[in-house]
């Protein structure tokens, strides 16, 4: 699975692109920017069938709208998080009053945690892991990890938000430490890792050591 990357919205926050077959694509997250996001689809050749959001915080969804008029592409978020789309004060926009104009999302597929999301050749796996908010999910995809603000390089999303829960965090840091294997981590957030080396040198997987 190719992956491609880019920072949108006013947080810089990470787009991935993922190819599911050639010409085809889905999207994790879109923070703002949608016109820089389908113009990188048109220079790449690639159509969007689905947006995949990890949570509905702004600076993960602020673009989503326009994205999807322009390209009919699906979007998907877990249930418990579907009320954000369509709130600036629940996504918390409004907790930022420097930032501008909300894009609410009216049309959505809301999903459950161990779903899975089948597009082109690919499988995604929806792992919900709330504590950033209660409807985050990571979704898996053959050895990836789309973490959103769950996990990130040596850290964690914010706890502190309307929402945020850290007992339901550190359970779902556990379900993460746990997963068999080794997995690249694509986080919401800041640069990707391992899951492999975040056991070994993130400070809140020291409780599972």
Same mark, same amino acid.
């Given at each position: 699975?190719?992956?491609?990357?880019?920072?949108?919205?006013?947080?810089?926050?990470?787009?991935?692109?993922?190819?599911?077959?050639?010409?085809?694509?889905?999207?994790?997250?879109?923070?703002?920017?949608?016109?820089i996001?389908? +113009?990188?689809?048109?220079?790449?050749?690639?159509?969007?069938?689905?947006?995949?959001?990890?949570?509905?915080?702004?600076?993960?969804?602020?673009?989503?709208r +326009?994205?999807?008029?322009?390209?009919?592409?699906?979007?998907?978020?877990?249930?418990?998080?579907?009320?954000?789309?369509?709130?600036?004060?629940?996504?918390?926009?409004?907790?930022?009053?420097?930032?501008?104009?909300?894009?609410?999302?009216? +049309?959505? #597929?809301a999903?459950?945690?161990?779903?899975?999301?089948?597009?082109?050749?690919?499988?995604?796996?929806?792992?919900?892991?709330?504590?950033?908010?209660?409807?985050?999910?990571?979704?898996?995809?053959?050895?990836?990890?789309?973490?959103?603000?769950?996990?990130?390089?040596?850290?964690?999303?914010?706890?502190?938000?309307?929402?945020?829960?850290?007992?339901?965090?550190?359970?779902?840091?556990? #379900?993460?430490?746990?997963?068999?294997?080794?997995?690249?981590?694509?986080?919401?957030?800041? +640069? #990707?890792?391992?899951?492999?080396?975040?056991?070994?040198?993130?400070?809140?997987?020291?409780?599972?050591?």
């Amino acid at each position: 699975m190719k992956i491609h990357h880019l920072q949108l919205g006013p947080l810089r926050s990470n787009c991935y692109i993922a190819e599911t077959e050639p010409g085809r694509c889905v999207a994790v997250d879109i923070g703002g920017d949608s016109r820089i996001l389908i +113009e990188f689809l048109k220079m790449k050749k690639l159509t969007l069938s689905k947006i995949l959001l990890t949570h509905g915080h702004f600076d993960h969804i602020n673009g989503v709208r +326009e994205t999807a008029e322009a390209t009919g592409a699906e979007v998907f978020i877990h249930e418990s998080d579907a009320y954000m789309l369509k709130s600036s004060a629940a996504s918390l926009l409004d907790m930022m009053s420097f930032f501008s104009v909300f894009h609410p999302v009216e +049309e959505y #597929t809301a999903v459950t945690g161990d779903c899975y999301i089948n597009d082109g050749d690919c499988t995604f796996r929806v792992l919900h892991t709330p504590g950033h908010s209660h409807g985050s999910v990571c979704y898996v995809c053959e050895d990836v990890i789309f973490s959103g603000d769950t996990l990130f390089c040596c850290s964690i999303g914010r706890t502190d938000f309307p929402g945020s829960d850290v007992n339901a965090m550190n359970g779902s840091l556990r #379900t993460l430490y746990d997963l068999e294997g080794d997995y690249r981590i694509y986080p919401g957030h800041n +640069e #990707t890792t391992t899951l492999g080396y975040e056991r070994k040198s993130n400070p809140y997987f020291s409780q599972f050591r």
